[in-house]
């Protein structure tokens, strides 16, 4: 830095531009590291040289000077009291890994480390790089240490451990050195204090952190995606996790029809933002794809999309701050046979006056005669003809599949099911029939296959009340998640005051396997997916269910707690799809009769040859959910009936999990009463398979919990 009146000129040498630099010992692993020149103005021929180490405090110090090696000529725009950079100095480990400073660096005059090391230094850099700087020459001010670098992705090199698509492989990555600074090395690869820029052009482009075998996570600070340019982040192995961690913001451009794309694919995890930090907006000009139910994209403050399906998803997308939807049918949740994609907004969401969602609800039905499903309304209908008229809810005509036959029809909440002349379920038309929030449907085809409803509109992300009905011989209502993700039903009946409205339990109709299936608290099995109508007994109070935002769930959740001593039993079987289940818990809060909390009844199918189980409670209730005295697993031996029904002579598979949630020392066992064969059911033998008809007596199955 240039001081006074008066500059200096091309004709006057530097030849004592000299400075020395010691640091502690006291780093990662107990090694010394060196200090490396990163970048240098090619006019300046600066070299480091090693000096000696130093005891002092007990104390070690690594010592290296930094000199010219010639003269030093300044440049022709210097400025006064501007800083010129001349060169960049990073510190690395022994191991050839870049790293922070753990100890204390100092720089200091010429010899000042050889004869003078009592004096105090000019810099101190105590602790850290994200510390602030001590600086003890007199007032010298407007000394900044990058903690970063800026690096820009080259791609196509490779090695023993990584490949032309490795984002941690340093060789793939190019730094960025200030105006009129070259690049002295190669870097390693990005820190998260490190900007970085992928670029267009490229043939290679960023894949994954490292080999195709290590579940690893890349970094960055800040991160530009150029118009051209794309990530495809994705794993080359089901059975490892990456990431890609933005600590600072995520710019995605576009610039003449040309877009940055993102694709986010299986087992692929991307974070935008640090909460420490304050930092993680998402600008997306360009493209976002997530391609597989198990990825997912984490936006700790804002989300921008400018395009129409600007964003679209079949993974797990959360936004902690607010979104805004800038352009038609900028956002699509995407649903298939593999599953369905999910969207948490946290904050306030602006779909710009448009129809900014597209969510789709994948129906497939292959079995049986009858191929019902239950749904409900995605979004909050945006056409001309819902504006402004006080509808919440869609037009049936969203229901309408275009591939199969439909037909729907509205549970009545007030028919009295045991008088055979009011038929409970009400065929609704026309199109614009309007079907509410949170109000279930059931939609009926008379062709297997499956299809795609595709609803349109704005999401539904405020705070949803659906005003329940009964009567004293129904107690039934069909109702639906609304939101674009899944939600807890346990969550869903604590909240607020939902537990004087509902019971404790629910039944989904799955035509796909051609039976109830039911789910109750405790029951790990209560999970309610995007757009599903499910069927809940109400308490006869009537009142407001409320489905409140906080309930939302992605359906898979990393490290979410399993219920203990609960066992899942499925069999399948008889015609092509037809499959059932059961599920056998044990808790404190049961009692040998009906507990309607915790248990559910089994309904039967739609299908007269269906295959189909049941629980046999101590009171005779015919059971889907039966849950148990957890003190029953104390005894010798409990043991409870399975019934078993079939339309076919065929061979049948039973199919257990769960046996691992059971904390006494429990062995179980099913017995054949028709054969007299005990099999057991373990981990390890977790399928019993054996042959069935419909002659067969249905009390052929006992189920037993052998105790300690």
Not at 113 to 126: C, E, F, Q, T, V
Not at 165 to 176: A, L, R, Y
Not at 415 to 430: F, G, R
Not at 528 to 534: A, E, L, M
């Amino acid at each position: 830095n240039t001081t006074g009146v008066n500059l200096p000129n091309t004709s006057t040498l530097i030849t004592d531009f000299e400075f020395d630099i010691r640091w502690l010992k006291a780093q990662e692993n107990g090694k010394f590291g060196d200090i490396k020149m990163i970048c240098h103005n090619t006019g300046y021929p600066f070299e480091i040289i090693e000096g000696p180490i130093w005891p002092q405090l007990n104390l070690d110090w690594q010592f290296r000077k930094v000199y010219i090696t010639g003269d030093f000529y300044p440049p022709n725009d210097w400025v006064v009291n501007e800083w010129e950079t001349v060169f960049l100095l990073a510190f690395i480990l022994d191991d050839a890994n870049w790293h922070w400073l753990a100890g204390a660096l100092e720089i200091g005059e010429k010899d000042w480390g050889n004869a003078n090391k009592s004096n105090d230094p000019i810099i101190k850099l105590d602790g850290s790089a994200e510390n602030d700087i001590d600086v003890l020459n007199n007032g010298l001010s407007g000394i900044q240490i990058p903690t970063g670098v800026e690096l820009i992705w080259i791609g196509g090199e490779t090695n023993s451990d990584y490949d032309e698509h490795s984002w941690n492989f340093g060789n793939n990555w190019e730094i960025v050195c200030p105006e009129g600074v070259e690049s002295n090395i190669m870097w390693t690869a990005p820190r998260f204090v490190d900007d970085c820029t992928v670029p267009a052009g490229r043939t290679y482009y960023p894949k994954y952190p490292a080999s195709p075998e290590w579940e690893d996570t890349g970094a960055c600070d800040d991160l530009l995606l150029e118009a051209g340019a794309e990530i495809n982040w994705q794993s080359p192995s089901s059975s490892k996790n990456i990431n890609l961690d933005i600590y600072g913001d995520f710019d995605i451009q576009a610039s003449s029809g040309n877009y940055g794309v993102l694709n986010i694919a299986n087992y692929a995890n991307v974070t935008v933002g640090n909460i420490e930090l304050g930092s993680g907006d998402l600008t997306n000009d360009g493209f976002i794809s997530l391609t597989h139910s198990a990825s997912s994209l984490t936006v700790l403050k804002d989300l921008y999309v400018a395009n129409s399906n600007g964003l679209i998803t079949l993974g797990k997308v959360t936004v902690n701050g607010d979104t805004d939807i800038l352009e038609e049918l900028g956002l699509t949740i995407k649903a298939d046979a593999t599953g369905v994609g999910s969207f948490i907004n946290e904050g306030d969401i602006n779909f710009d006056s448009k129809a900014g969602a597209k969510v789709e609800t994948y129906i497939s039905g292959n079995v049986g005669d009858y191929f019902m499903h239950f749904a409900g309304p995605t979004v909050l209908d945006s056409t001309n003809f819902y504006n402004g008229v006080g509808y919440s809810g869609v037009r049936l005509e969203q229901f309408n599949m275009t591939t199969l036959d439909t037909y729907t029809y509205e549970w009545n909440s007030l028919a009295d099911t045991t008088d055979h002349s009011i038929y409970p379920w009400v065929n609704v038309y026309p199109f614009w029939h309007n079907v509410p929030v949170a109000k279930g449907l059931a939609i009926s085809n008379w062709e297997a296959g499956t299809g795609t409803m595709e609803m349109v509109g704005k999401l539904i992300t405020d705070e949803v009340s659906y005003t329940v009905q009964s009567e004293p011989n129904n107690n039934l209502e069909l109702i639906s998640n609304p939101f674009s993700s899944a939600i807890d039903f346990a969550d869903l009946y604590y909240y607020g005051n939902n537990s004087d409205v509902i019971k404790g339990h629910y039944w989904i109709y799955d035509a796909s396997t051609g039976n109830y299936y039911g789910g109750a608290l405790g029951s790990d099995s209560s999970m309610i997916q995007v757009g599903q109508g499910f069927f809940v007994e109400v308490n006869g109070n009537g009142g407001e269910l409320v489905f409140n935002p906080t309930i939302r769930n992605h359906d898979e959740v990393a490290f979410r707690e399993t219920n203990m001593n609960v066992l899942q039993l499925s069999i399948t079987g008889g015609d092509a799809g037809y499959k059932d289940e059961l599920t056998i818990s044990f808790t404190d809060y049961a009692t040998e009769g009906y507990d309607e909390n915790l248990e559910v009844k089994k309904w039967n199918s739609f299908g007269s040859d269906a295959t189909m189980i049941r629980s046999i409670a101590e009171d005779g209730s015919e059971l889907s959910v039966n849950a148990l005295p957890v003190q029953s697993l104390n005894n010798s031996m409990t043991s409870i009936p399975i019934h078993f029904e079939c339309g076919y002579d065929a061979e049948y598979t039973f199919n257990f999990k769960g046996m691992e949630t059971f904390e006494y020392a429990t062995s179980i066992w099913i017995e054949d009463l028709q054969t007299g064969i005990w099999n057991s059911v373990s981990e390890s033998n977790p399928v019993v398979t054996f042959n069935g008809s419909p002659n067969d007596d249905k009390e052929r199955f006992l189920l037993h919990f052998v105790g300690p």
